[in-house]
């Protein structure tokens, strides 16, 4: 995926002319970007009082969101499990790739209508994405529970004989049942040492019945013997298995492991479906907060009447730093206050460090790098 520079410069003459400047710096000779236009509609404004209070709360909406957007797409990795290559075409937005839909963003008129004030559009983007924020929390504790159970079952049934679970592997007529003499118990022995258990077995102790073993069951490192035993015998040299032949308890296990696995399979489809369609709706939320923070930002930085252009650049990767001189020396004129610490933040390194990114223009960073896996 990949990184975008949102910006804004005041119209010169027109704002297409501000764009016609930004073209030719930045892609005539150079090739140092992708560009496009960033449409945003004539909102309404308010007073400046309220401009600078929402840009704050703009900013904290803005990474708030872009959390959400990251877990939703992170769950949506953990969810397809062994498909993770899949993850990709299912974070869409609007039904279309995640490029595509910044590159050529529409205000969403019906969601976050135009005429309402910004604090409205903004107070209505946070309400839903803490709702979705909830419910993931809900639905992702619920399958990762259900998951979790089930693991915890498979690992019961495998590793080896000495720790895994036998109730699939032995049956009822392995086993000498009820009789008030006899016992049966199950022995592991390490498959080097097969002669010597049918050499030794009958003398490990004096209450073995002869000839009363049976391998049941191998892996690839040991093997399940059964030896019938009368009662209060223990041997001492082979491991020997706590285990008692209780039907109900192996059926009730084996029909627990069939319900969970049932279960997940249930809770599948509509969980991906249901992390798909709010991915989409979050992501839209994030872009048109980013949306509002370049109008606002613009007003703060431009003034009144609204004039200004919005531009989406796609910088090529090789040459993101002489992007940013070139945007630099388009803009330096803007804010020479923003000039100076740019010049001085070039001439001391490090500086820049406790710099926030500000810039002559307005800028933002949309980073479409959504997972966090290799």
Known sequence: MTEFWLISAPGEKTCQQTWDQMMVATTRNNNLSTNNKFNIPDLKVGTL????????????????????????????????????????????????????????????????????????????ISKAISQIDNDLKARASAYNNLKGNLQNLERKNAGSLLTRSLADIVKKEDFVIDSEYLITMLVVVPKTSYADWQ????????????????????????????????????ENKYTVRDFQYNEQEMNADKEEMTRLSTDKKKQFGPLVRWLKVNFSEAFIAWIHIKALRVFVESVLRYGLPVNFQAMLLQPNKKNMKKLREVLNDLYKHLDSSAAAVIDSAMDIPGLNLSQQEYYPYVYYKIDCNLLDFK
């Open 49 to 124: 009082d309220v401009l600078v209070g929402l840009s704050d709360d703009l900013a904290k909406l803005d990474s708030f969101i872009e959390g959400v957007v990251k877990k939703v797409s992170q769950y949506m990795a953990d969810v397809l499990e062994d498909s993770r290559d899949k993850v990709q075409e299912n974070l869409l937005a609007n039904g279309v790739d995640l490029v595509t839909y910044i590159t050529r963003f529409q205000w969403d008129m019906a969601k976050y209508p135009i005429k309402q004030s910004l604090k409205n559009i903004s107070d209505i």
């Open 199 to 234: 050499k030794t077995y009958e003398t490990l102790s004096e209450m073995v019945v002869p000839r009363s073993t049976n391998l049941l069951f191998e892996d690839h490192d040991s093997g399940l013997f059964s030896v019938t035993l009368f009662r209060k015998a223990r």
